[in-house]
Each structure stands twice: as structure tokens, then as C-alpha cells.
């Protein structure tokens, strides 16, 4: 499986779930990263673009490892749309 990760493709708006579009074999993925993960790892109430955008760069191989553990155990999604939250961000270590 072919896995790729691009920075230019993460959405951050306020008040909604952070999206990133990943590609997997070829086909791009869109992810959603539960909203409450990001204020729970840094401890922020307020989060702007660039403290997502931070978050993003500092647990950039924990996501990896949660989309693709997700991708290993239940395939390509037919509407190419994961979910991951804090649980799943946090279940495997960092490498």
C-alpha cells in the first residue's frame, strides 16, 4: 500500500473537525481528525490555524500511524472518508 501525506492538503476551520486529504494508492482519502484531539494534546482553549498547524507538525508520525493502522485493518472506505479520534491517535506509540 502506497501511502502519502502531503502538508498543502490540511483544513482547518474554526469550530468544525480538522480535515486532511491523504493518498492511498493512488486515491485520495479525506480524513477527519477529531476537533476535541487538538485542545486535549496541547491544553489550548482557542485554537487558530497556526496551532493546528503546529499540533499537525509535532504529532505528524503518530496521524501516519493512526491512518494507517486504520487502513491495514478495515480497508479503503467506499466514500474514501476516515474518522480517527483521540482514542485511535493515542492507541499506538509514537515511533
Known sequence: MKF????AQISAKPQSALELVVVVDGAAVRVELDRST???STG???????AVRDFIS???????LAIEAH????GIPLDRHIVISREDLYALPAA
Open 58 to 64: 509535532r504529532n505528524r508520525r503518530r496521524i501516519e
Open 44 to 50: 489550548a482553549d482557542f485554537l487558530d490555524e497556526e
Open 71 to 74: 487502513l491495514f485493518a478495515r
Open 4 to 7: 502519502f501525506f502531503p502538508d
Open 38 to 40: 487538538i485542545p486535549h
